[in-house]
């Protein structure tokens, strides 16, 4: 009877442990689950924060101020969040950088000509050819390029596009593009050379293990770049272009520049067939609409080359100046903001011209104007340059990263705002959970020394 009653105690005892096992992680994952949903309420309060701070941007364009917008560790109940950026110098890649990203500050895939693609990093005359053939409306190969004979034969088989890339991922279907080329060393996209992206073959990534991250094509490409074309009253901007003298006169004046000065700013296609003030050589009379003038302007940045505004008077009408008739300029990249890499890839610029660019804009504070590209760079270079470029940014990626109580629930969501139509409108919403932890080394010595003092 002894032996029985043992058994017995020894079985219910194993029942007992085995079930208070059970129910401990049952504990630990129910708690995990409420730590990720932390982390998920904790990214829809950062989009929330996102959005009404650009919405309240002092100046169209822009982003919001540095000193008030918050992007690193923000409580939001028991969980924080995080914005992942990337670092103007490219070589600092060994902290991870927190902000918005500009999309202004990139190449985008559905504007920039063949040359420009050609010079971005691990990037082929084939695969640049690819990229236009994929997003143009024929289905007529170019040099190089591959159209629904090449696409059919692949397995399994599918049709070129032959239509506007709608996100940069869709560069996994171009033909001759690999993982490899589109991440490269950068697996996660953190702009950060992480452990596993510097061990060479040892976890992947596969690396070259020299210390030094390589990024693929996809950190340089948007589909989302474009500024409005109206002013803040809602009128369309005046065109200098082909130089819309009237607009222009009544644009200096209400700015406060001063009538001679104005005179002399249009006297140039005044002469070339337009019409100056009334008065003036080719001028109406009481207000009479002026005929437009032979001599034009390819970008906002010759118009002031050729103005001689000052870059205090140029500051002061350049947000309301273009060259198109279009509601909205796609692809033009803001060189106050852009990559030595980006830059490079622009028309006039070779690797010495965009350090050159990097270099001269590094003295400069919150920048919004172009004008200062007049006195880095030549008379030849600035005219091949000013119809790719701008100043300001309409639309931002905000990379959110959140962990919920206790360091637990890691998630990572990528929004796409764009303010070009007023407020802050969400165009995509991206999960990026899937690559991993993106929050480098030192978030993790953080989070170990709050959970050491708990």
Same mark, same amino acid.
């Given at each position: ?7 017995? *105690? ?15 992680? =049952?504990?630990? /994952?129910?708690?995990?689950? $409420? ?14 924060? #996102?959005?009404? &701070? ?8 822009? !982003? ?47 504007? *920039? ?7 971005? !990093? ?17 289905? %007529? ?7 629904? =004979? ?5 397995? !399994? ?8 890339? =709608?996100?940069?991922? =869709? ?20 702009? $950060? ?18 210390? $030094? ?5 996809? @950190? ?41 000065? /104005?005179?002399?700013?249009? @006297?140039?296609? @005044? ?43 140029? /500051? ?21 903001? @852009? ?16 350090? /050159? ?13 172009? &004008?200062? #590209? ?24 905000? %990379? ?22 007023? +407020? ?11 690559? +991993? ?18």
């Amino acid at each position: 009877m002894l032996i029985i009653v043992l058994w017995v *105690a020894f079985g219910l005892v194993s029942l007992a442990i085995y079930f208070a096992n059970s129910s401990s992680l =049952e504990l630990r /994952a129910a708690d995990n689950r $409420v730590a990720a949903l932390e982390a998920e309420q904790a990214i829809a309060g950062a989009a929330r924060y #996102v959005s009404n &701070a650009l919405a309240n941007v002092t100046e169209p364009g822009t !982003p919001p101020d540095p000193a008030l917008f918050k992007t690193e560790a923000v409580l939001v109940g028991s969980a924080r969040f995080w914005l992942i950026g990337q670092p103007l110098d490219e070589e600092d890649d060994l902290q991870v950088t927190f902000g918005l990203l500009d999309e202004g500050a990139k190449l985008n895939l559905n504007t *920039a000509t063949l040359a420009m693609l050609n010079k971005l !990093p691990r990037m082929t005359d084939a695969l640049a050819a690819a990229i236009v053939d994929w997003r143009d409306a024929d289905s %007529d190969p170019s040099e190089n390029g591959a159209e629904d =004979e090449i696409y059919g034969r692949l397995n !399994p088989a599918y049709r070129c596009k032959n239509a506007p890339f =709608e996100s940069i991922e =869709e560069l996994r279907m171009v033909y001759g593009f690999t993982q490899d080329i589109l991440y490269d060393e950068d697996a996660n996209l953190n702009a $950060v050379l992480d452990n596993n992206e510097n061990d060479e073959d040892a976890t992947s990534p596969n690396d070259n293990h020299d210390g $030094v991250l390589n990024r693929g094509v996809l @950190a340089y490409l948007t589909v989302h770049s474009k500024i409005s074309n109206l002013r803040t009253n809602g009128e369309p901007k005046v065109n200098v272009g082909t130089v819309d003298q009237n607009g222009l006169r009544t644009l200096m004046t209400d700015a406060g520049i001063s009538s001679e000065k /104005a005179n002399q700013v249009l @006297a140039p296609y @005044a002469s070339g067939g337009g019409g100056g003030g009334p008065g003036e050589p080719g001028g109406g009379q009481g207000g009479q609409p002026q005929p437009q003038t032979t001599v034009t302007n390819n970008s906002v940045l010759q118009f002031y080359i050729r103005s001689g505004l000052s870059a205090e008077e140029f /500051a002061l009408i350049e947000s309301d100046l273009t060259v198109s008739t279009n509601s909205v300029v796609e692809g033009l990249v803001n060189v106050n903001a @852009a990559s030595a890499t980006v830059l490079t890839c622009l028309p006039g610029l070779d690797a010495e011209k965009a350090d /050159a660019l990097i270099a001269a804009r590094a003295g400069l504070t919150a920048q919004t104007s172009i &004008a200062w #590209v007049k006195d880095a760079v030549d008379q030849a270079t600035a005219d091949q340059l000013g119809p790719y470029i701008t100043g300001r940014s309409y639309v931002f990626s905000a %990379d959110i990263a959140a962990l919920g109580h206790h360091g637990r629930g890691y998630s990572r969501v990528r929004f796409i705002f764009d303010t070009t139509e007023g +407020g802050a409108k969400i165009r995509q919403r991206q999960d990026l959970t899937h690559l +991993g932890w993106a929050l480098g080394l030192s978030v993790r010595q953080q989070i170990a020394e709050l959970q050491s003092q708990r």
